[in-house]
Each structure stands twice: as structure tokens, then as C-alpha cells.
């Protein structure tokens, strides 16, 4: 199983599309994150873990799922790159290979010491672009293939049949 653990603020901070939105609400940046890497999950079959900051929200660690994505925001006084390095360690096995999407430097260093693999905002943009792409023309594709009609009529049965549609004669 290949795992994809995303820093999420860190993230936000590096795309350039959801720094914008940050800047103006940081929870619909939140949101549209989320968004993208359950396309990013359904697409490429990874199992995505966003992990936020404690940030404007105190407390205890809070875990949900979204989008079947499961979102972390840590404990108050925890980082989310102490709590990546913790879950990469837990998770790492022989049968998992375990990505970091950060582009924090020093936290690259600390997950490659946990035997994960560093995905940079940049290289998760551009997989994600793809990702966005492709869908984009497997729906394309879908809706060229699909026939207008369940029955292929001819264009004089179609305008016969549209004549008793509108109670024409």
C-alpha cells in the first residue's frame, strides 16, 4: 500500500492557487485541499493523510475522515512535523511505501531518517495538475462516447419524435 501523509498548511503555503485563498479564508483553503487530494486518492489509489497544525484550534488532537480522506490536526503545543515524523515511523513496513509531501527542508531530512519518501509541493502540484488533466479527459472522452439517445434515430424520426414532444402536428 503506498501512503501519501500531506503537511497541510505547509502545502497551502506553497501552491500558489490556495496561498491566494489562504490569505482570504484559510478554512475554504483547508477545504479545497482536502478537495484535490481526494481526486489525488481516487485517482492514483494512494491513501492520503492530511496533517494540519494545531493552528486556530485549541485543544486536543482532533481526526476526521473527508472525501475518505483522513484529516489530522494535531494537539495544541505539537507541530505538524513532529506528528508526521511519529505517523511515518508507526506506519512504515515492508509492504508500505510512505510519502511526505512537504517543502520544508529540515522536515525532508527528519522523514527520510523514519525510511519515508519526500514528495516536495511542487512535485505534488504537478502530479496533482496531471491528475486534474487526466480526469478531465476520461470525462471528456465518456460523454463523446455516449450516444445522445439510448435508440440511434435518424435526423427525420428525431424531428418527428421532437413534433410530438411539443404536441405538434
Known amino acids: 500500500m ?5 503537511d497541510g498548511y505547509n502545502i497551502i503555503g506553497a501552491w500558489p492557487e490556495l496561498r491566494k485563498l489562504r490569505d482570504e479564508d484559510l478554512a475554504l483553503a483547508r477545504d479545497l485541499l482536502i478537495e484535490k487530494m481526494a481526486e489525488y486518492q481516487a485517482f492514483t489509489g494512494y491513501k492520503v493523510i492530511i496533517v494540519f497544525d494545531a493552528h486556530l484550534v485549541q485543544g486536543v488532537e482532533k481526526k476526521y475522515h473527508e472525501h475518505k480522506v483522513e484529516v489530522i490536526f494535531t494537539k495544541e503545543n505539537e507541530t505538524a512535523d513532529e506528528y508526521i515524523e511519529k505517523l511515518a515511523k508507526s506506519l512504515n513496513n515492508i509492504r508500505t511505501k510512505i510519502y511526505v509531501a512537504t517543502s520544508d527542508y ?3 531530512w527528519a522523514i527520510f531518517g523514519q525510511g519515508a519518501l519526500r514528495k ?9 495538475e496531471a491528475v486534474e488533466k487526466s480526469i478531465s479527459n476520461n470525462v471528456k ?3 463523446e462516447k455516449k450516444p445522445s439517445s439510448k435508440i440511434p434515430l435518424t435526423e427525420e424520426v428525431a424531428k418527428i419524435f421532437e413534433k410530438w414532444r411539443r404536441g405538434e402536428k
Open 2 to 6: 503506498d501512503i501519501l501523509i500531506v
Open 106 to 108: 529540515t522536515e525532508q
Open 141 to 143: 472522452h465518456i460523454q
Open 120 to 128: 516536495s509541493a511542487r512535485e505534488l502540484l504537478s502530479e496533482m
